[in-house]
């Protein structure tokens, strides 16, 4: 059974706890990394304003920048932000690990929640929020 890091858990505390229920359960079965919670300002807009763009909105507006954080981004582990199919894979089954667990999430490659993913402009895979 895997187990998140010290990294990993310390991102996850500035969560909201429905986040960190879900992905406590999540990662007893699918190993995975968390990579950001809660971001301040000077992180929010740094993302909002690199090349290419990594946030759509500036602080405050993010569910990032919330206390606890309403979003959380985590990725399948090992990592390889080339297999884009692993983060679909993955994106699934927490979406079913949240459905089982009455948890509405909204995920970054479907945020209009219709279940096509082709239709997507901004595409920000590790992305979940609560919904």
Avoid at 82 to 91: K, S
Wanted: hydrophobic letters at 35%; proline letters at 5%.
């Amino acid at each position: 059974m895997a187990a998140f890091g010290k990294k990993s858990r310390a991102h996850l505390d500035t969560c909201d706890e429905r986040l960190q229920r879900l992905f406590g359960e999540v990662v007893k079965r699918f190993d995975c990394s968390v990579i950001d919670g809660h971001r301040g300002e000077e992180r929010q807009n740094a993302l909002y304003n690199a090349e290419p763009q990594r946030s759509k909105v500036q602080w405050p507006n993010g569910k990032h920048n919330k206390q606890p954080s309403l979003a959380a981004d985590v990725v399948p582990y090992p990592v390889n932000w080339n297999d884009i199919e692993q983060f679909y894979y993955f994106a699934g089954y927490v979406k079913g690990v949240a459905s089982q667990m009455g948890i509405s999430i909204r995920w970054g490659g479907d945020w209009d929640q219709d279940n096509e993913v082709g239709d997507e402009g901004f595409k920000d895979l590790p992305h979940f929020e609560i919904g």
